[in-house]
């Protein structure tokens, strides 16, 4: 059975900074694309960053390029973001996804999801 566990999330101050996880099991992790997304109230679902099974590949939301860093660790099973120069807008709940076909950048082509962290950024 898959499970996502994503945990980091908390209350900042514009300019801070914090790393979300995100601990995959019951599927080969380092086979699959890993995504972040996030939602925030009365907008839909949208994507951050996204991360090949090669770690060397990402791709970035313009919102987030150069702010945010995503990485994983396929031993630990394990997938990161790493938010810096936050920002009141990235206020939202942040999850994990698993590709599972399609664009990379919508959230119908990832097939599982966590419960999601919250992150709130105060002015």
Not at 55 to 68: A, E, H, I, L, Q
Not at 100 to 120: A, E, H, K, M, R
Request: glycine content about 10%; overall charge positive; aromatic content about 16%.
């Amino acid at each position: 059975q898959v499970h996502m566990v994503e945990s980091g999330g908390g209350l900042v101050q514009t300019g801070g900074s914090l790393r979300l996880s995100c601990v995959a099991s019951g599927y080969d992790f380092s086979r699959y694309l890993m995504g972040w997304f996030r939602l925030a109230p009365g907008k839909e679902r949208e994507f951050v960053a996204v991360i090949d099974w090669n770690p060397k590949n990402t791709y970035y939301s313009d919102s987030v390029k150069g702010r945010f860093t995503i990485s994983r660790d396929n031993a630990k099973r394990t997938l990161y973001l790493q938010m810096n120069s936050l920002k009141p807008e990235d206020t939202a709940e942040y999850y994990c996804g698993k590709h599972y076909s399609g664009s990379l950048y919508f959230p119908s082509s990832y097939q599982y999801w966590g419960q999601g962290t919250q992150v709130t950024v105060s002015s």
